[in-house]
């Protein structure tokens, strides 16, 4: 069973960083691939940032290119989520999610196990 656990999660102010972590526990085998997630009350989930083991390409939504950097820990079973030059448009419940090698970064239906979520508050 594979358990995902966010945190890292808290209030900043404009401008200011966080950095998101998620502990990967269980067996995962094969190519797979690594996703931040956000939701803000009223809206949909929307994909950040997705990191794929196969090649180690990344993804990222427009709104956070050049902003947010997602990276891998293999030998720790974390993944990161550096979030600088927040905006309080960034406000939202993040989210970890596991998918397959084969999941589109942008689509939250192609992710098979998810974590709790840490909620991130930028007040302008």
């Known amino acids: 069973q594979v358990q995902l656990v966010e945190s890292g999660g808290g209030s900043v102010q404009a401008g200011g960083s966080l950095r998101l972590s998620c502990a990967v526990s269980g067996v995962i085998s094969g190519s797979y691939c690594m996703g931040w997630f956000r939701q803000a009350p009223g809206k949909e989930r929307e994909g950040v940032a997705t990191?794929?083991?196969?090649?180690?390409?990344?993804y990222y939504a427009d709104s956070v290119k050049g902003r947010f950097t997602v990276s891998q820990d293999n030998a720790k079973n974390t993944l990161y989520l550096q979030m600088n030059t927040l905006k309080p448009e960034d406000t939202a419940m993040y989210y970890c999610?596991?998918?397959?090698?084969?999941?589109?970064?942008?689509?939250?239906?192609?992710?098979?196990?998810w974590g709790q979520g840490t909620q991130v508050t930028v007040s302008s």
């Open positions: 999610a596991l998918g397959g090698s084969w999941s589109r970064p942008n689509r939250h239906a192609d992710f098979s196990y």
């Open positions: 990191i794929y083991t196969s090649g180690g390409s990344t």
